[in-house]
Every structure is written in C-alpha cells, then in structure tokens.
C-alpha cells in the first residue's frame, strides 16, 4: 500500500515571494505518477502539476514547479511569485502506473495563506 | 465543454436512511472515481468505475456502492447511514488512455448525517 505524508497542515507566505510544501511518499512500486492538486476555498479540486516517475527532469508548469527526488521519495512544490489566488488547500497525491491505475492515494493536505 | 457535475451540492439525511449521489463526467470521459473528504481522514479512495466496470474499489464497508451507466455517469450510493459519513463526497473523471492520466474534479456534494 502507498502512503504520502505531508508534514505541513498550514503555510503563510506574502505576495510575491517563494514557498515550497512538503510531500514525502512510500511505495514499493517503480512505475507510478505524482501530482499536486490545489483545492481552494470554493472546494474544487484542480490539477497544479503532475510528474511521470521515470522521468528525472522536474516539471514546471509557469509559476509552480516540482523537486523530485526518486530515492528519497520526496516531491514537493514551489510557488514562485505567489499570489492572493494561490491561497487554497494543496494535496499532494500518488498513482500507480498501469492497466488497473485509477486510485489516487492523497496526502492529509497543508493549507496555503498568501498575505498581500 | 461542460466540467464534472455532481449533483446535489448539499444533502442533509437522517440516520439509518439511504443515499444516491450522481456524478456526470466530462464528455468522453469514461473513467469515474469517487472519494471521500473528511477533516479527520482527509481524501479517501471509495472505488473507480470504468467502461460501466468497477476496476479499483478502496477500504470501505459493503455500505458504499456504485455503478456507472453505458453514458459514463455515475452514482453512489450509501445505505443505512451513519453518522460518520458525514463528509464531502468527490467525484473525478478522466480518459484513462495512455498517459492521459489527469483527473478532473466536480465541486461535491456535501452530506450532513444527523
């Protein structure tokens, strides 16, 4: 079974600076996906990122970006030039690669405050 | 194009009774999964349905159950409620072809058990 622990249940960072959230995961699988979802206020979860295991370059999707670390089995995310809208509740999220993938196990979630 | 749609947003039952959840995936979409947000549990998997078949199913009790029509929506259902399934009820769908992994969440409905 996968596990992923983020230890960080609340962040605050102001307008326009840099922040980076934690997310540590265990697996015994080799072939698998992470993402970062972003949930804000309105509850509507959305997709920030995403990252293939077997690539090793980090994604980076304009603003966010990842550091993954396979080894370690650590991914976490940086918000460059932070945002008021950036405020919300991120979840960092694991998948199994394959024919019968389709459960994605969560983190517990870290509750981002953008202070203008 | 229209996103997922999760009806109804808000739902209030009484302990013991049943409940219907629906969720109607993006078009083209044909992979359905639901999960379960507690402030205590955080997100928790309930089942994925694909093609109108159950293909991954997570630790809950016989109570939850579901079922995806041959248009791709779906509902759950849970029976003879109890208190702790309190929660918001998430519904995600996504292609599930090749790397087209993305999932795509409705807004939930949010059940209140008393």
């Known amino acids: 079974a996968q596990t992923v622990t983020q230890s960080q249940p609340e962040m605050s960072v102001q307008e326009a600076e840099t922040v980076t959230l934690s997310c540590t995961y265990d697996?015994?699988?080799?072939?698998?996906?992470l993402f970062w979802y972003k949930q804000p206020p309105s509850r509507q979860m959305i997709l920030v990122i995403r990252?293939?295991?077997?690539?090793?370059q980090n994604a980076t999707e304009n603003r966010f970006s990842v550091n993954f670390q396979k080894a370690a089995k650590s991914f976490s995310l940086k918000i460059s030039d932070s945002q008021l809208g950036d405020t919300a509740m991120y979840f960092c999220?694991?998948?199994?690669?394959?024919?019968?993938?389709?459960?994605?196990?969560f983190g517990d979630g870290t509750t981002l405050t953008v202070k203008p | 194009k229209a996103g997922v749609t999760q009806t109804p947003r808000y739902l209030i039952k009484t302990r013991g009774q049943q409940v219907t959840l629906s969720c109607s995936p993006i078009?083209?979409?044909?992979?359905v999964s639901w999960y379960q947000q507690t402030p205590g549990q955080g997100l928790q998997f309930l089942f994925e349905?694909?093609?109108?078949?159950?293909?991954n199913k997570g630790n809950f009790p016989g109570r939850f159950s579901g079922r995806q029509f041959s248009n791709s929506r779906s509902e759950m259902n849970v029976s003879t409620l109890e208190l702790g399934d309190s929660a918001l009820y998430l519904c995600?769908?996504?292609?599930?072809?090749?790397?087209?992994?993305?999932?795509?969440f409705g807004q939930g409905t949010r059940l209140t058990v008393v």
């Open positions: 990252q293939e295991a077997y690539k090793q």
């Open positions: 349905y694909f093609s109108e078949t159950q293909r």
């Open positions: 697996t015994s699988e080799s072939n698998y996906y």
């Open positions: 999220a694991f998948m199994k690669r394959g024919p019968n993938a389709g459960k994605s196990t």
């Open positions: 995600a769908s996504s292609l599930r072809t090749g790397e087209n992994t993305e999932a795509f």
């Open positions: 078009s083209g979409h044909r992979s």
